[in-house]
């Protein structure tokens, strides 16, 4: 019985060192050989060399010269990435559907120059609470209010994001899509800050 539990228990370390040392050590060295930037998180620097936010997550603009990204669910202050996770409301739940009215009032509010109808993605969470994209139409809709906070023309407003889109992963994976701290930093640089 000693015997077997001394072999166990070296086939138990072994595994150990193998899967929870020697396996994870070799994953993230090759990250960082080949990959060094997604290895860190993806980080987006400013003119500054400031490191501003990731690419893979999200971040509040409420300034009227940015675009502004999906609502988010995670956090009480929302797009806190310590707490991911999508709001967990149903199609039948008031408090989804008051927050859904609050949001498209204050997005009809706050771009009074746009008479189409709200992109659904400016209305609704993304599953994480902290998708950092925008679909092309989300991202469209709101140049007329950049353009004017920014005063510039509303044309150079939009080729900047047609200049951000990005197509589907692959040429059919996922929805083409905009990354909403990517284009607000390239805003900035063309126009330089409001």
Avoid at 66 to 95: C, H, M, V, W
Avoid at 111 to 130: F, K, R
Avoid at 174 to 180: L, M, T
Wanted: hydrophobic letters at 40%; a positive charge.
């Amino acid at each position: 019985m000693l015997r077997t539990f001394a072999t166990a228990f070296r086939v138990t370390c072994f595994t150990l060192l193998l899967t929870g040392v020697a396996y994870p050590l070799l994953v993230t060295g090759l990250a960082q050989l080949f990959f060094p930037g997604k290895a860190n998180g993806s980080l987006v620097k400013d003119d500054r060399g400031q490191v501003v936010g990731s690419e893979l997550i999200g971040q509040r603009f409420s300034h009227p010269a940015y675009f502004q990204p999906r609502p988010s669910a995670a956090g009480e202050i929302s797009y806190d990435a310590t707490s991911s996770g999508g709001s967990n409301l149903g199609a039948t739940s008031q408090k989804l559907r008051d927050r859904v009215i609050s949001d498209l009032e204050r997005l009809k509010k706050e771009n009074p120059e746009v008479a189409s109808q709200v992109p659904s993605d400016l209305l609704t969470a993304s599953a994480s609470g902290l998708d950092p994209h925008l679909s092309p139409e989300g991202a469209l809709w709101q140049a007329p209010r950049v353009a004017k906070a920014r005063r510039v023309a509303p044309e150079r407003i939009e080729a900047v994001v047609r200049t951000y889109m990005e197509g589907r992963d692959l040429g059919f994976l996922g929805e083409p899509r905009v990354n909403v701290l990517l284009l607000n930093l390239a805003l900035d640089r063309q126009f330089g800050r409001p």
